[in-house]
Nanobody, 125 residues
Framework: QVQLVESGGGLVQAGGSLRLSCVASGRTFSSYTMGWFRQAPGKEREFVAAISGSGGSTYYADSVKGRFTISRDNAKNTLYLQMNSLKPEDTAVYYC??????????????????WGQGTQVTVSS
C-alpha cells in the first residue's frame, strides 16, 4: 500500500510558477515510478509527467514539455512538479500517482492504483 498527499497548489497569474509536492508513505519510495496527472472541469484526467524510481528517467506530455519539470527526493519520500510559464489552460486539479503497471504504460491513468487527493491549480489570464 502507498499513501500520497499533494500540496502546493494555488492561484497564479499567467506566466507565473508553482511547485507541487507529493509526500509518499507505506513502501520504499525509491522502488517505484511516480507520475503526475491533471483533470480540468469537464475533461478526462490526463497524463502530465512521470519519473522512474531512481529519478534517472523522466517523461512528459507534449503540452508541458519545456515548461514543467518532474523530480523526486528519495531521502524525503517526496515527488515534485515545478511548473513555469503557466497558462490558463494549465488550470486543473493535479494528482500524483504511484507504482504503475508498466505493461500498461506510465502515461495511462488505468495503470496506477495509488492516487493522492489532488491539489487545485488555477491560472488566471
Amino acid at each position: 500500500q502507498v499513501q500520497l498527499v499533494e500540496s502546493g497548489g494555488g492561484l497564479v497569474q499567467a506566466g507565473g510558477s508553482l511547485r507541487l509536492s507529493c509526500v509518499a508513505s507505506g513502501r520504499t519510495f525509491s522502488s517505484y515510478t511516480m507520475g503526475w496527472f491533471r483533470q480540468a472541469p469537464g475533461k478526462e484526467r490526463e497524463f502530465v509527467a512521470a519519473i522512474s524510481g531512481s529519478g534517472g528517467s523522466t517523461y512528459y506530455a507534449d503540452s508541458v514539455k519545456g515548461r514543467f519539470t518532474i523530480s523526486r527526493d528519495n531521502a524525503k519520500n517526496t515527488l515534485y512538479l515545478q511548473m513555469n510559464s503557466l497558462k490558463p489552460e494549465d488550470t486543473a486539479v493535479y494528482y500524483c500517482a504511484a507504482d504503475p503497471r508498466l505493461n500498461i504504460g506510465i502515461r495511462i491513468r488505468g495503470a496506477y492504483d495509488y492516487w493522492g487527493q489532488g491539489t487545485q491549480v488555477t491560472v488566471s489570464s
